[in-house]
């Protein structure tokens, strides 16, 4: 009896293992293929930056307290622009450049109180790759972040911002007005081979911060530091200060970017002034 017992569950267990195989294969098969879904979804393509930052369609949505990272295998890649965005909202963010292990020869902290009508965009310098770029949202979790990392299309100084350079020795600042025709200014920041420790500053206004980057570079001559500034109104200043020490001077170029020549204030200048009256009167 008992014999007939061990065999009957024998065969019933070997009967039922063919309806575990399938079953694990089945979720394998599932589980591969939500893999492959993710992995398409995150998947990152090299697209122009021109038209003006309004590429949201391939940027990267960066939830608040998460990390992006966009890696570069290739050492034909010199250049990479960051471009960040928010819909509206502030933006508040930690850039750094990844060479290998444990080294970070780029970082910058990133504010803008409105990503939407001033968004964020810098070109870092990634020689001998391979390189990684890492964008973490250090905001809350209700101010997401779109970025876009590209390497094919990037911005370039033009021939006036490499021209005129103006040398800002450590602890010192310089300031820099602009017009209201102008819509965006160029910031170009290097030094001779010395560490790179700045602040750059958008002012619109008596210590009404718009936008404000701190940034280090460990070497100003092989990585400067190039972006392109929002200046959108009237009374925007740009100050650049040197938070390195006296030993550690740089040099800044902040030109104009692109003016508006259509910008009419409606003001004319030494005209007649009437108030509550009649012309000619």
């Given at each position: 009896?008992?014999?007939?017992?061990?065999?009957?569950?024998?065969?019933?267990?070997?009967?039922?293992?063919?309806?575990?195989?399938?079953?694990?294969?089945?979720?394998?098969?599932?589980?591969?293929?939500?893999?492959?879904?993710?992995?398409?979804?995150?998947?990152?393509?090299?697209?122009?930056?021109?038209?003006?930052?309004?590429?949201?369609?391939?940027?990267?949505?960066?939830?608040?307290?998460?990390?992006?990272?966009?890696?570069?295998?290739?050492?034909?890649?010199?250049?990479?622009?960051?471009?960040?965005?928010?819909?509206?909202?502030?933006?508040?963010?930690?850039?750094?450049?990844?060479?290998?292990?444990?080294?970070?020869?780029?970082?910058?902290?990133?504010?803008?109180?409105?990503?939407?009508?001033?968004?964020?965009?810098?070109?870092?310098?990634?020689?001998?790759?391979?390189?990684?770029?890492?964008?973490?949202?250090?905001g809350q979790i209700e101010f997401p972040i779109a970025a876009n990392v590209v390497a094919d299309v990037v911005d370039m100084p033009s021939a006036d911002c490499v021209q005129s350079s103006t040398t800002i020795q450590g602890g010192a600042l310089?300031?820099?007005?602009?017009?209201?025709?102008?819509?965006?200014?160029?910031?170009?920041?290097?030094?001779?081979?010395?560490?790179?420790?700045?602040?750059?500053?958008?002012?619109?206004?008596?210590?009404?911060?718009?936008?404000?980057?701190?940034?280090?570079?460990?070497?100003?001559?092989?990585?400067?530091?190039?972006?392109?500034?929002?200046?959108?109104?009237?009374?925007?200043?740009?100050?650049?200060?040197?938070?390195?020490?006296?030993?550690?001077?740089?040099?800044?170029?902040?030109?104009?970017?692109?003016?508006?020549?259509?910008?009419?204030?409606?003001?004319?200048?030494?005209?007649?002034?009437?108030?509550?009256?009649?012309?000619?009167?």
């Amino acid at each position: 009896m008992a014999l007939s017992l061990i065999s009957s569950s024998l065969s019933f267990q070997a009967a039922a293992a063919p309806k575990s195989v399938v079953s694990r294969s089945a979720v394998s098969m599932q589980i591969g293929a939500v893999q492959g879904v993710g992995t398409a979804n995150m998947a990152g393509g090299v697209v122009p930056t021109r038209g003006r930052y309004e590429g949201v369609d391939s940027a990267i949505l960066v939830q608040g307290g998460s990390l992006r990272t966009w890696s570069y295998r290739s050492p034909a890649i010199e250049q990479v622009q960051v471009v960040l965005s928010t819909e509206g909202r502030p933006l508040d963010a930690d850039i750094e450049l990844w060479h290998g292990p444990d080294n970070t020869p780029c970082k910058m902290r990133v504010y803008v109180e409105n990503g939407q009508l001033r968004p964020f965009s810098a070109v870092v310098e990634t020689p001998r790759g391979p390189n990684t770029v890492a964008i973490r949202n250090i905001g809350q979790i209700e101010f997401p972040i779109a970025a876009n990392v590209v390497a094919d299309v990037v911005d370039m100084p033009s021939a006036d911002c490499v021209q005129s350079s103006t040398t800002i020795q450590g602890g010192a600042l310089r300031t820099y007005p602009f017009d209201p025709s102008v819509d965006s200014v160029q910031v170009l920041l290097k030094t001779d081979g010395r560490p790179l420790n700045a602040r750059i500053e958008l002012l619109q206004g008596p210590n009404n911060n718009k936008q404000v980057i701190e940034l280090y570079t460990e070497d100003g001559c092989d990585r400067p530091f190039f972006c392109v500034l929002e200046t959108p109104g009237s009374g925007n200043v740009v100050r650049v200060v040197n938070t390195a020490p006296v030993e550690f001077p740089m040099t800044a170029s902040v030109v104009p970017g692109s003016i508006n020549n259509d910008m009419n204030s409606g003001a004319v200048l030494g005209g007649d002034v009437v108030i509550g009256g009649d012309v000619g009167w």
